[in-house]
C-alpha cells in the first residue's frame, strides 16, 4: 500500500470515528434532554432528578442553592439546550417533485411586474386589462411571485382569470397543482368563459384623443373635475390613444390648482404616468386591440 | 525612569486579540495632535475619526505595578486601541519629548495625588467592589451604562475610576440602575426555579398572566430584553404537542442568561458583552460608533419585522458581497406603536459602507457608520451555501450565543412539501422546515417552479423565515 492510499485511509477511518463520536454525543444529549424534560413536566417537587449522564453534569450557578433540584435542572438544560440549538444539524432531503415546464417566453421586466405588482395592490388598476393584453403581445411570461395573487384573484372574477391564463403559461397549471389552496374550479372558469372573454379587453381609443385631452384640461380650468368625476376621467384617460399621453401629463402638471380638483388631478396624474411607463415597458409590436 | 517599551511589549497589553488588531493602524503620527511624552507619561489627541479628538494618556511610572491609561472615548476595554495606538507609536520612537497637555498634566497630578490617598479612595462604597481587586487599576472614563454592567457583574473589567471624575450623581444613577438590575435577575431565576419545581404541567403556566406579571417586573428593573423573551416564550405554551420542550430550552436559556448576567465578571469579556446587551442593558451608539469599522461592499439581503410590546422592530439584514463565506450583519430599527419604521436600505441593493459592531461573543448587530456614495443596484444577492453549511454557520452562532434568536443563511435550494401543509426546504445536503408562520409559501414555490433558488432567510428554533428571494434579475421581497 502506497503511502497515500495509506494516508486516504487513515483520514476515513479518523472521519468515521468523528462521525461515530458526534452520534453518540447527539444520543447522548437526547437521551439526557429527555430525563431533564421529564422531571421538568412533572415538577422537581413530584419527580427526583436522574444523575446527569457522562458530560453532561453541570457546575452549579448558585453556591447558596446547591441543593435545589429544580435550579440544578436548569443549569443542565441550559447546558443541553445549547449543544441542541448549535448542533442541529438537516433532515434528510426530501424528494423533489416534478420541476415546471419550461416556458420558452422571456421572463417579464422587473420594472413591468412592479407595475402589475402595484395595479394588484389597488393603485391605478384601471390600467390592469391594458397591461395583460400587452404583455400578451410582447411575449413575456407573467412575473411568477405574482402568480399566485393573481390566480387568486381570478376566483371571485372569471373574467380576470380568462385574461390571467391566456398568458400564465404550464407555470400556472403547474403551481396550482403543487399548492392545492391555489386550485380553482375548472368548471367555474369555463362557464363564463364565453360570456366573460371580453369584459376584460382594454377600452378602445376615442376616435379624438386630442378632443378628450382638451376635455380633461378644460375639466379643471372649470373646476368640474371633482372627485366625484374622477372615475369617469380616468376611463377616458385609460382608454386614450399612447401619443396623446406626454401632453396629457404635461397639462395636468401645468393645470390650476384647486381644492375640489387637486385629488383627481393627482389621481390622473398617477394613471396617466404609470400607462406612459407601461407602454415604454411593453412596447406595442402593433396596436393591443389588433388582438383577436 | 520609564523605559520606552517594544512595539512587542505593548501589544501584550492589549485586553484581547480584537484590540490589539485594532491599534496597530492608530499607530501613525498622521493620526495624532499634539502627541508627546516625558519620562513618566505619553500624552496625545487622537484626531482620525471622530469629530471631537480623544484625549488620550499612558502613566508609565512603574512604581505602581503597571501602566495607567486615561481616554475619553466610550470604549470599556482598558486599555482601549487608541492608548495601545499610541503606545505603539511611542515604541516606534514617533513620539518626542514635549511639554505636558493640560488635560494630560491635570490627570497624572490627580493620579499621583491618588497613589497617596489610595487607602481613603478604596473605601468608597460603589468603588469598594470594582476596585479591590487591583491597587493599580487604571483610570478610564467610561459610559454610563458601561459603569452599570461593571456594578452589576462585580466588574473587574473595566473599573470604575477611582472617583473625582464622574460626577457622584451620575455614579448613583448607576449603582442604582444595577442595583435594580440585579434584582429583576434574581426574581426572574426565582420564578424559573418555582415553576420547574412545580413542573411544566401546571395550569398556571398556560395562564398569560403568569407571564405577564414577570414581564413587567422585569420592565420595571429595566431588563427590557429580558421582558420581550418572557413574552414570546408564552407564545410557545400549548402551541403544539411537545410545546414542552420549546418552554424548557427557553427557560433554561432565560436562567443562564439571569445567572450569566449575575457573573459577568467570571465571563470573557465577549461573552460578558454579549449578555449584557441580551439582558437589556443598552449598548449607546456612540459607543459602538466608536468601534472600528468592518468596511465592505455589504448587500442589503433580507428584512424582517416583528412586533415587540407596543414597539416595531425592524431587523435589516446586511451579507458581505464578494468573499466567502459571508459576513452577516443585522441592523436594527425601531418604530413607535402605530409608527411605521422607514425602511432605510433597499432590499436588493448594495452600499459600500463601514459597519461597526456591537459587543458580544459574535459580531451580528451592527450599526452602519459612513456610507460611500450611493447604493448601487443588486439583485444577484449574496453568496449561498448548502443547507448544511448554513446550519453550521448557524451552530458556531449559537454555541457561541445560544439565546440569539434568529441566524440569517442564503441557500440555493427547492421548496417542497411533506404534507398537512408543511413545506421544506431542501438540497442534496438534506433540508430544513419552513416556518409554520410563513405566509409567501405560494409565491415561493411559483418562482422556484419546482427547481433551486436563491432564498434568504431567519433561521430560528420556529424553522425557517424566507425573507428574500434572488431571482434572474430581481430581489423579491416576501
Given at each position: ?20 463520536a ?22 422537581t ?52 417533485t ?14 413591468a ?75 367555474a ?77 393627482v ?26 | 525612569?520609564?523605559i ?40 496625545g ?86 476596585a ?7 483610570t ?108 424548557l ?81 443585522m ?7 402605530g409608527?411605521?419604521?422607514?425602511t432605510?436600505?433597499?432590499?436588493g ?54 439565546w ?30 419552513i ?14 417552479g ?7 432567510g ?13 431571482g434572474?434579475?430581481?430581489?423579491i421581497?416576501?
Open positions: 500500500m502506497s503511502d497515500a492510499a495509506e494516508g486516504v485511509a487513515r483520514s476515513a477511518a479518523e472521519e468515521d470515528l468523528a462521525r461515530s458526534a452520534e453518540d454525543l447527539a444520543r447522548s444529549a437526547a437521551e439526557e434532554w429527555v430525563g431533564l424534560v421529564t422531571v421538568a413536566v412533572l415538577g417537587d413530584r419527580r427526583p432528578l436522574p444523575v446527569a449522564r457522562a458530560g453532561w453534569g453541570a457546575r452549579s450557578s448558585s453556591p447558596t442553592s446547591m441543593a435545589d433540584p429544580a435550579v440544578e435542572l436548569l443549569d443542565r438544560a441550559a447546558g443541553v439546550a445549547t449543544a441542541r440549538r448549535a448542533g442541529r444539524r438537516p433532515a434528510p432531503a426530501v424528494p423533489m416534478d420541476p415546471a415546464p419550461d416556458d420558452p417566453r422571456p421572463p417579464c421586466p422587473p420594472a411586474a412592479n407595475q402589475l405588482a402595484r395595479m394588484l395592490g389597488g393603485q391605478h388598476d384601471v390600467l390592469l386589462p391594458e397591461w395583460f393584453a400587452r404583455c400578451r403581445l410582447a411575449g413575456f411570461q407573467l412575473p411568477h411571485h405574482l402568480l399566485p395573487t393573481l390566480l387568486l384573484r381570478g376566483r371571485r372574477n372569471p373574467a380576470f382569470d380568462i385574461a390571467v391564463r391566456a398568458v400564465a403559461g404550464g407555470r400556472a397549471a403547474w403551481l396550482a397543482e403543487a399548492m392545492p389552496e391555489l386550485r380553482i374550479k375548472a368548471a372558469a369555463a362557464a363564463t368563459s364565453v360570456a366573460g372573454t371580453d369584459a376584460f379587453l382594454p377600452p378602445r381609443p376615442p376616435p379624438d384623443s386630442g378632443a378628450v385631452v382638451a376635455a380633461i384640461v378644460g375639466a379643471f380650468h372649470d373646476r368640474s373635475a371633482t372627485w366625484a368625476a374622477a372615475a369617469q376621467i380616468r376611463l377616458s384617460v385609460a382608454a386614450l390613444d399612447p401619443t396623446w399621453l406626454p401632453p396629457l401629463i404635461l397639462e395636468l402638471n401645468r393645470a390650476p390648482f384647486h381644492a375640489v380638483t387637486e385629488r383627481t388631478r389621481d390622473l396624474l398617477g394613471v396617466a404616468q404609470l400607462r406612459d411607463e407601461m407602454i415604454r415597458q411593453m412596447p406595442p409590436a402593433n396596436s393591443p386591440h389588433a388582438v383577436p | 525612569m520609564a520606552r517599551p517594544t512595539p512587542d511589549q505593548v501589544l501584550s497589553l492589549a485586553p484581547d486579540l480584537s484590540a490589539a488588531a485594532a491599534a496597530a493602524p492608530l499607530a501613525v503620527p498622521a493620526a495624532w495632535s499634539a502627541a508627546g511624552c516625558d519620562d513618566s507619561a505619553i500624552w489627541a487622537y484626531i482620525a475619526a471622530a469629530a471631537e479628538p480623544y484625549n488620550v494618556a499612558v502613566d508609565l511610572s512603574d512604581d505602581v505595578g503597571g501602566p495607567a491609561y486615561r481616554c475619553n472615548c466610550p470604549s470599556r476595554k482598558i486599555p482601549c486601541k487608541h492608548a495601545l495606538g499610541l503606545l505603539l507609536l511611542h515604541a516606534n520612537g514617533a513620539v518626542a519629548p514635549a511639554r505636558r497637555l493640560p488635560f494630560a498634566d491635570e490627570w497624572l497630578q490627580r493620579r499621583a495625588a491618588r497613589i497617596r490617598g489610595l487607602e481613603e479612595a478604596e473605601n468608597a462604597p460603589q468603588a469598594a467592589d470594582a479591590a481587586s487591583d491597587a493599580s487599576v487604571p478610564h472614563d467610561g459610559g454610563e451604562q458601561g459603569s452599570a454592567a461593571d456594578a452589576l457583574g462585580g466588574g473587574s473589567r473595566a473599573p470604575q475610576p477611582l472617583g473625582g471624575e464622574i460626577d457622584p450623581q451620575r455614579q448613583k444613577r448607576q449603582f442604582e440602575r444595577a442595583q435594580r438590575m440585579r434584582a429583576g435577575l434574581q426574581e426572574l431565576d426565582r420564578w424559573l426555579a418555582d415553576r420547574i419545581r412545580v413542573g411544566l404541567a401546571a395550569s398556571e403556566l398556560g395562564d398569560i398572566e403568569t407571564w405577564d406579571r414577570l414581564a413587567a417586573r422585569l420592565v420595571d428593573a429595566q431588563c427590557g430584553a429580558l421582558a420581550n423573551r418572557v413574552r414570546r416564550v408564552a407564545t410557545k405554551v400549548g402551541q403544539h404537542p411537545r410545546w414542552h420542550e420549546d418552554v430550552e427557553e427557560m433554561a436559556l432565560l436562567h443562564a442568561l439571569a445567572v450569566g448576567a449575575q457573573h459577568t465578571s467570571a465571563l470573557v469579556p465577549d461573552l460578558a458583552d454579549g449578555v449584557h446587551v441580551a439582558t437589556g442593558l443598552t449598548v449607546a451608539k456612540d459607543d459602538v460608533l466608536a468601534s472600528v469599522p468592518s468596511t465592505a461592499l455589504w448587500i442589503v439581503a433580507g428584512e424582517s419585522r416583528t412586533r415587540e410590546d407596543k414597539i416595531t422592530v425592524q431587523r435589516t439584514w446586511l451579507a458581505s458581497a464578494g468573499a466567502t463565506p459571508v459576513t452577516w450583519a441592523v436594527l430599527a425601531f418604530g413607535a406603536f409608527n411605521e419604521v422607514a432605510e436600505f433597499a432590499v441593493s448594495a452600499l459600500d459602507a463601514d459597519l461597526h459592531w456591537y459587543p458580544g461573543g459574535i459580531n451580528l448587530r451592527a450599526i452602519v457608520g459612513r456610507v460611500n456614495g450611493d447604493p448601487l443596484p443588486n439583485t444577484a444577492g449574496p453568496a449561498s451555501t448548502t443547507i448544511a453549511d448554513a446550519l453550521l454557520n448557524a451552530g458556531w452562532a449559537l454555541a457561541a450565543e445560544p440569539v434568536e434568529r441566524y440569517p443563511l442564503c441557500v440555493m435550494a427547492v421548496p417542497a412539501p411533506i404534507g398537512n401543509g408543511r413545506w421544506v426546504l431542501t438540497d442534496a445536503t438534506g433540508s430544513i422546515p416556518a409554520a408562520g410563513c405566509s409567501k409559501m405560494a409565491e415561493i414555490v411559483a418562482v422556484s419546482g427547481r433551486p433558488i436563491r432564498l434568504m431567519e433561521w430560528s428554533v420556529d424553522g425557517l423565515l424566507p425573507l428574500t428571494l434572488f434572474s434579475d430581481q430581489a421581497v416576501l
